[in-house]
């Protein structure tokens, strides 16, 4: 036994955290669903990974799994969602996360959040990302979808699969992302100003 978070074991998943409900998002990594524990009647959302692809070796595999938790599971912020635990049961691997039960993206797309509203929203999503870069993260995948509030209207960023680590402690190097993924994040953050009506320049080596 590893201790309480990141355990990373066969275990019971049902008797540690209760039945499996809903999907609530997806994507290339996985599915990701509420589950309700019995004690507490807490919820949390649970991620089951993608399957190994036919040409993807075990190793390969574990090792993307585990980095996007334990990158996850470093993040200690109001703004970020916390990742609590890691889970191998059967032929899945989950990974038990925070609930946030709102999406920002059906928030913005309603047109019911205000001035204030917005401004607070964007604030909190850029202290979110300001932490990372302190800790040498870039999310690299920064959109209304990997954004959740909750129900005291925190915004919280989600999903680290694209995360990478661009500096390590006590170094100056930056290490560049190879692909088209580095730009995502620029065009991103330029279209949520631009519909929240703020204007404001990019820095676009972020």
Do not use: W
């Not at 499996?20 to 990594?29: L, P, Q, T, W």
């Amino acid at each position: 036994n590893h201790g309480q978070h990141g355990n990373c074991i066969e275990t019971d998943l049902r008797k540690k955290y209760g039945k499996i409900g809903k999907v609530i998002g997806s994507g290339a990594g996985g599915t990701v669903r509420v589950i309700c524990r019995d004690s507490d009647k807490k919820s949390f959302a649970i991620k089951q990974f993608r399957k190994r692809k036919p040409n993807e070796s075990e190793r390969t595999y574990i090792k993307k799994l585990t980095s996007e938790y334990c990158l996850g599971s470093t993040f200690h912020h109001p703004n970020i969602i916390e990742t609590l635990d890691i889970v191998h049961e059967a032929d899945n691997y989950y990974e038990i996360m925070e609930f946030a039960k709102h999406e920002l993206f059906t928030a913005v797309m309603s047109g019911a959040l205000g001035r204030d509203e917005i401004a607070c929203c964007f604030r909190g999503v850029s202290n979110g990302v300001a932490y990372r870069h302190e800790m040498g993260v870039a999310h690299r995948d920064l959109k209304l979808d990997n954004i959740v509030m909750n129900e005291q209207g925190i915004v919280k960023i989600i999903d680290f699969g694209c995360s990478m680590v661009y500096q390590h402690p006590f170094e100056s190097k930056i290490h560049m992302a190879k692909g088209k993924l580095q730009h995502r994040i620029i065009l991103t953050v330029c279209l949520l100003i631009t519909d929240c009506g703020f204007s404001c320049r990019v820095n676009t080596t972020v």
